[in-house]
């Protein structure tokens, strides 16, 4: 029986796993249940587990017949606090957590690559590890945690995926270097002198001064950074005022920047904040700048990278396998491509006949037609480093 068929005629539980863990989503850092779960899983099928790393992470490892290489693939377990309108018969049990981007079919699909090589433990020279991280949605996330227990401990190489529900089934995607931006978040906290909304000479006007910071650091962007960097400011919050005639005294403004190259972030940081402090000494106001990184960014190995295409190939067809542009949404599987070689890759999961709907969204849905080609593919990463 071909490696197609094999995995093709365990569909069915796979999808069972991914809607149980569907049913039973839990947040970032508290993912008991599920980690049980997926522990269960991999003793039955004869792996070493080790459970509770970084809180409710667990690795599974799988020993070949004879020496060789190690091999770690891994797949994210938390879900995000959405509620959920799907309406489907296995949609959330749980209030106001949802399973929102896919993680369940990762965990799903790593799980049936596990049973796959377990049934072929004789035929491996080497080992592959199977990494269930928990807390990828919220920094400082899993990753950088499991490598700090120990997880990548001997680690030749390493492979994950993420079902995209805006690429349709049966497709898959990558890049041969940059995927993943580095995700970073501040707050600019803007304090000035409220007052009334007919004499604003006696005031500091925080709103006004905010609304120019926003426009201002725009031209961070198009007037400071070469054009043919990627980087991205954005700011998804403002607050401030409790009436329509009374001067705001304080204003909170939050975003995210997003980039790729570290001298990038570097110059997008120093600048955001070099405009704050212009600002505040044009306005007569204080303000501070809190500046988080959260991950960095993904950065593919062109050799694994390659490696993965080549693969996808044989799961997907060629015509069907392709380059993909950078993403600027961020993946703390960044932090593993700093340690070891390896790729991060896309498969489509996205329903045919629609609509589609974005990750975080509270009615996304992936096509679970993807979840067998995920399991292939991943098992055909594992054999083409110790098969």
């Keep these: 029986m071909s490696l197609r068929e094999v995995c093709q005629n365990m569909a069915e539980e796979i999808?069972?796993?991914?809607?149980?863990?569907?049913?039973?989503?839990?947040?970032?850092?508290?993912?008991?249940?599920?980690?049980?779960?997926?522990?269960?899983?991999?003793?039955?099928?004869?792996l070493s587990v080790q459970e509770g790393v970084n809180g409710h992470g667990v690795v599974g490892e799988l020993v070949g017949a004879a020496p060789g290489k190690r091999v770690a693939l891994r797949a994210d377990m938390d879900a995000l606090a959405?509620?959920?309108?799907?309406?489907?018969?296995?949609?959330?049990?749980?209030?106001?957590?949802?399973?929102?981007?896919?993680?369940?079919?990762h965990m799903a699909a790593l799980l049936g690559a596990a049973k796959v090589l377990a049934g072929m433990r004789e035929r491996l020279r080497g080992s592959v590890r199977f990494i269930f991280q928990p807390a990828e949605e919220i920094p400082p996330g899993g990753a950088k945690g499991m490598i700090?227990?120990?997880?990548?401990?001997?680690?030749?190489?390493?492979?994950?995926l993420h079902l995209w529900s805006e690429y349709p089934v049966g497709t898959f995607?990558?890049?041969?270097?940059?995927?993943?931006?580095?995700?970073?978040?501040?707050?600019?906290?803007?304090?000035?002198?409220?007052?009334?909304?007919?004499?604003?000479?006696?005031?500091?006007?925080?709103?006004?001064?905010?609304?120019?910071?926003?426009?201002?650091?725009?031209?961070?962007?198009?007037?400071?950074?070469?054009?043919?960097?990627?980087?991205?400011?954005?700011?998804g919050q403002l607050q401030a005022g409790s009436a329509f005639n009374v001067i705001a005294d304080k204003a909170e403004l939050k975003g995210t920047v997003r980039s790729f190259a570290p001298e990038v972030r570097d110059l997008l940081q120093r600048r955001l904040e070099q405009t704050?402090?212009?600002?505040?000494?044009?306005?007569?106001?204080?303000?501070?700048?809190?500046?988080?990184?959260?991950?960095?960014?993904?950065?593919?190995?062109?050799q694994e990278a390659r490696a993965a295409l080549a693969e996808a190939e044989a799961v997907f067809g060629k015509e069907q396998v392709g380059i993909m542009q950078p993403n600027m949404v961020g993946e703390d599987f960044s932090y593993y491509l700093q340690k070891v070689p390896g790729a991060f890759c896309f498969v489509g999961a996205g329903i045919p006949e629609g609509p589609v709907y974005p990750h975080h969204h509270p009615r996304f849905v992936i096509d679970e037609r993807a979840l067998p080609l995920a399991t292939e593919w991943l098992c055909r990463m594992a054999l083409r480093y110790v098969g």
């Excluded at 509620?83 to 749980?94: I, K, M, Y």
């Excluded at 009334?196 to 006007?205: A, K, M, R, S, W």
């Design 276 to 302: 704050a402090a212009s600002m505040a000494e044009l306005y007569g106001a204080r303000i501070a700048v809190d500046y988080v990184r959260g991950y960095p960014a993904v950065i593919n190995h062109e």
């Design 15 to 46: 999808v069972a796993w991914r809607r149980d863990f569907h049913r039973h989503p839990e947040l970032s850092f508290a993912e008991s249940r599920t980690a049980s779960v997926v522990a269960g899983i991999l003793r039955q099928l004869g």
């Design 82 to 105: 959405i509620v959920e309108e799907t309406g489907l018969p296995f949609a959330s049990a749980v209030p106001g957590v949802m399973h929102a981007c896919g993680h369940d079919g």
């Design 173 to 235: 995607y990558t890049a041969l270097g940059p995927l993943m931006a580095a995700a970073d978040m501040f707050t600019i906290t803007i304090s000035g002198k409220g007052g009334h909304g007919g004499q604003p000479h006696n005031t500091v006007d925080s709103l006004l001064i905010a609304s120019h910071l926003v426009m201002a650091a725009q031209h961070i962007v198009s007037r400071q950074l070469d054009p043919l960097q990627s980087g991205v400011i954005t700011f």
């Design 148 to 160: 700090e227990a120990g997880a990548l401990d001997g680690v030749d190489v390493m492979f994950g």
